[in-house]
Nanobody, 123 residues
Framework: QVQLVESGGGLVQPGGSLRLSCAAS????????MSWVRQAPGKGLEWVST????????SYSDSVKGRFTISRDNAKNTLYLQMNSLKPEDTAIYYCAAISSAYYTDYARYEYWGQGTQVTVSS
């Protein structure tokens, strides 16, 4: 069956770094656009970043641009998010999600979601 399993979250001090991973199985990972979406406590979903199926094109929200880097390894069926210069406002559950269209800011169009990994930025 389809699985997206995130890992790499945790507690980090402001200014620190974390690298999230998302291991995919049960579908043709290399055919899908992949995104990271987060949800802060008490708030709705917030799109963070998207990478196209081949890995050659990326997009970022203004809130993370210049600090986060999305990448993928299609040979390993794995998506990554390198997060640097973390801020307390980055505290959230981070989800990876797969979509077969270009409407990556429309959460209802995503076909597969992971269970999420908690990132907490606090001193």
């Amino acid at each position: 069956q389809v699985q997206l399993v995130e890992s790499g979250g945790g507690l980090v001090q402001p200014g620190g770094s974390l690298r999230l991973s998302c291991a995919a199985s049960g579908f043709t990972f290399s055919s899908y656009v992949m995104s990271w979406v987060r949800q802060a406590p008490g708030k709705g979903l917030e799109w963070v970043s998207t990478i196209n199926s081949g890995g050659g094109s990326t997009s970022y929200s203004d809130s993370v641009k210049g600090r986060f880097t999305i990448s993928r390894d299609n040979a390993k069926n794995t998506l990554y998010l390198q997060m640097n210069s973390l801020k307390p406002e980055d505290t959230a559950i981070y989800y990876c999600a797969a979509i077969s269209s270009a409407y990556y800011t429309d959460y209802a169009r995503y076909e597969y979601w992971g269970q999420g990994t908690q990132v907490t930025v606090s001193s």
